[in-house]
């Protein structure tokens, strides 16, 4: 643990990309207590400039909400979206890969070409059909989100449990009389997991981007205040009053580049042997 | 703001130099008109397609007997006098002296007997339902129409517009299978303009009609209708001269200020008054909690409309009294208190049959105006402790779902058409109320007392009879509620300042250019 430390502190970059995210975290947990009213309450004359009234720093909105509050509400839906859409996202991909690889021949067959098949439909579009499908609450964003990602999971998965499976300490499991599972969710599984962390790191940053996109073009939950809504209501008056789409693309910005340096600096820590000569 | 107020004292300066120099000074002839029209009509027969558009472009080419002011009063079109009889059974209509159609053949009472008894009878279902009053047309010399009707029917003299009593030419369609004619193409009307060309997707233009029977009309020369299908795109041509005149709708609200304020731009929302655009939320009176009347006032103390009108409707329209608007014949501003309190609101949801329910909101799919207004609803709501949630679909999934009576309160708008016999009583009548149309009595609001009220009112002959019998309806329906009343819409009408009287009527620009003109430097 202290080594891998040492080697996350190498990456200048993950350690900025850390504290980013330990503040947008903070936020999304502060954000009922430093605002405790609803961001969707209207506060003040619509269209206050940042900074132009006091206990309103960044103005409000359309409608005269407070931006501050919607950020650090939208936060937490961020967050929540790109954290959950993940493990979802994980619970598939990993035991299709798994099995995949571990089983190969025609197991691996269908799996992969079912697997295939939810790769050649371009992903975002394909959620948003999702969600024309079904109503647009939270939860259907969610599982449209993870229902777009898991493919390439599947494959990481898969590929490094092929080159596992015939290793001898698998052999070895196999001669003491260890089940398929048992093999599988102790031997094999644990030993393809450093890429499968940098690549959710990742994954959570995709999911936050998506979310923000299907909220933009107004098929996110009309009852929840996120970064994407706050964009998409206020692209309408980017002539007007640009700050109101500047702002939460910024939060949107910064953290989905935080979430990238970490996963970056997972890579470094988890895989020694293909860390980069750090400066 | 500025600007208005500037030109608004210009006028009186105007006003107060001459009498001669009326507010808009003596009309000029000559010039091109450009004007946005969204979206592309499907057609410009008038009989056959009565759609926004299509009445936009064929107000130009048709007209009818009568036109309208602002305060809906008729004055003189085709029929250059007319009468009521006592009792309110004979309509007679004098016609103007030498109107000929654009082809060249003289317009008479025929063509106004074929219109109205024979075409419009088959193509235009809201026209059939009025004429179901009618007992008999008759024509006793070239220039004289006598309607009789079975019963007093009040809002006949109301019906007299391009939209539905258009004027259409027997020589060209008796006879023919009016949809498929080959004249639906080219438009033959008595209009001030004669329609030219239309390239389709790109532009409608229409040329001075040089035989007009009114003297010196129309002044323009000519009109091009602009077809742009994307909304910013709209305010873009108007912003770089290409277009001069943006109607009421064509590009969003967020946009309005920012084109009004522009220079040598003026805005009306004058020209809506026939059709009264109303908006407001259904109540879906079938669903627990709604069918308590408590519940329901509650609701409408708790909307700020003042809010909405200034935040989303840039300060245009009218915050609704009641079920008719106010520009409406027989309009009662008196009515029972429905203004925002939310204090009056939260006593009356406890004195309620709330309990805590999740109360769905249906926004209207028509952009981000409505939109906003939804969630700006639902936020008033959870003011006064109501839960809400909103629900979105898209157009089709929102005449869906109103159709089907899936919703417990559901943004729409409706046009009155200027006389609550007409555009009102159709919401509110207990017997219009089964699911399967999204524009009838939506809410299911059942008072066999006011719909009483309403057949009564309908067929009265004396006006007098009929604004107390209108009095009365509003009472009871504002005090029991059937649908939260929101605005009087206001669809400005932009256009350059020297672009003369675009709007002059009740149907504003969708009435024809018969009195524009353009002012030269």
Redesign the interface.
Known sequence: MKDFWKRFQYNRGAVIGLFILALVVLAAILAPVVFPQ?P???VQR?FLAPFEYTGLPLGTD???RDVLSGLFHGAYVSLLVGLVSTIVALAIGVPVGAMAGYFAGRTDDALMRFTEFFQTIPSFALAIVLLAIF??SLTFVIIAIAVVSWPPVARLVRGEVLSLRTREFVEAATLSGLGNTQIILRHVLPNALPPIIVLASLMVAQAILLESSLSFL??GD??VMSWGYMIG?AR??I??AWWLSFLPGMAILLTVLALNLIGEGLNDALNPRLTRKSE | MLRPIKFAAAALALALAGPLAAQDGTPQAGGTLNVVIQPEPPGLMIGLIQNGPTQMVAGDIYESLLRYDHELKPSPQLAKSWEISEDGLTYTFTLQDGVTFHDGEPFTSADVKFSVDVFLRESHSRMRTYLTHVESIETPDDMTVVFKLKQPFGPFIGIFEPGTAPMIPKHIYEGTDFASNEANNTPIGTGPFKFDKWEKGSFIHLVKNENYYMEGKPYLDEIYYHVIPDAASRAVAYETGKVDVLPGGSI?N?EV??VRDMENTCITDKGWEFFGPLSWMWVNSNNKPLDDVNVRKAIMHAVDRE?AKS??WNDLGKVATGPVSSSTRFYAGDTPDITYNPEEAKKLLAESSYDGETIRIL?LPYG?TW??W???V??NL??IGMNA????ADVAGWNQKISDRDFDLAFTYLYQYGDPALGVSRTYLGDNAEPGSPWNNVSNYQNPEVDAMWNEAALMANPEDRKAAYKKIQDQIVSDVPNIWLLELGFPTIYRCNVKNPVSTALGVNDGFRDTWIAKE
Request: glycine share 8%; proline share 12%.
């Open positions: 609803s969707w309450k209207m619509p359309a409608l005269g109503q647009p107004g098929l009309p009852n209501a309408t008056v002539r007007t | 969003e967020f200020p920012r809010f935040a989303l926004g981000e939109t906003r939804a969630e700006a639902k936020q959870a003011e949630e909103l629900v979105p």
